[in-house]
C-alpha cells in the first residue's frame, strides 16, 4: 500500500509540475517598449540607466513606434520584431529625419516563473547600444569609430548581434521580473533606431513530456490498486 501511494503522489506532482514549464519571448514592435528621452553627448561611459522625466526630448516612458523594414545600412528587422523609435522623434527610419547626438534610452520587462532559465537575445541598432538586466551590464557597446551611419563594431545597424542569455547572466531574475534598459548612442546626427528580441525558456521540461509520465504513472497506479482489491 506504501509504494502504491507514493506511486499516486509522483504521478500528481509530475501532473501539476506540467503547467510550470515556459517559454518567455519579447521583441521590439510586438512587447511593449517605452521610450524615455535622451541625454546629451557621447562617447561617455553609459552610466544613465535609470529614466526619469527630466530626460530631454521626451516624458518618462512615453511610447515607441514602428519604423518599417530597414533598408539601405541598416540591417532588415529581427523576424517577428520591427525597428522601433520615440513617438517624439517622429519618422526616423533610415534618411528621414536627423536625430541630435546623445544617448537614447528605451525599456523593457518581463516575468519569469521559476529558473533556471537559458536562451538567447539578439539586437541591433543605430549607432550602437548597450544592454543592462535589472542594472546590470548584459552587453557592452560596440566602438562607434569614423562611421557616420553605425557603429564599426557590433552591436550596430548593420548586423544582428546574438548572445546567450538567462539566468547565468548578470542581473537576470529566475523567478520574477527582468526590467531591460537599452542605452543607444547616437552619433553623426543621423537617423536613431532599436530592434531586439529574446527567448528564454525554463529547464522544466516540457509540459507534454510531464503530463504523459504523470498520466502514465496515475494508470499504474489504478491498475495496482484494482489488483489489490481482487486479491
Known sequence: MKDLLKLSALAAVLVASATYASAITIASGVTTTNYNGYTTGT???????NPTAADEDGAANSATMSI???GGVWENPIAGSSWITGTSLGDTSPGHVVVPDGYYE?????????????????????????IFDNGSEILAAGAIGPDGHCSVA?????????????SASPGFNSNGVNNITFVVEQTGLAAMGLDYSATVTSAVPEPSTLLMLGTGLLGSAGAMFRRMRRS
Request: hydrophobic residues 40%; glycine residues 14%; proline residues 6%.
Open 43 to 49: 562617447g561617455a561611459p553609459f552610466n544613465d540607466i
Open 68 to 70: 518599417g523594414t530597414g
Open 106 to 130: 528605451f525599456t523593457a520587462s518581463f516575468t519569469t516563473t521559476g529558473g533556471p532559465y537559458t536562451g538567447s537575445f539578439s539586437v541591433a541598432a543605430d549607432d550602437t547600444v548597450a
Open 154 to 166: 557590433e552591436p550596430n545597424c548593420a548586423a544582428i548581434d546574438t548572445f546567450a542569455f538567462g
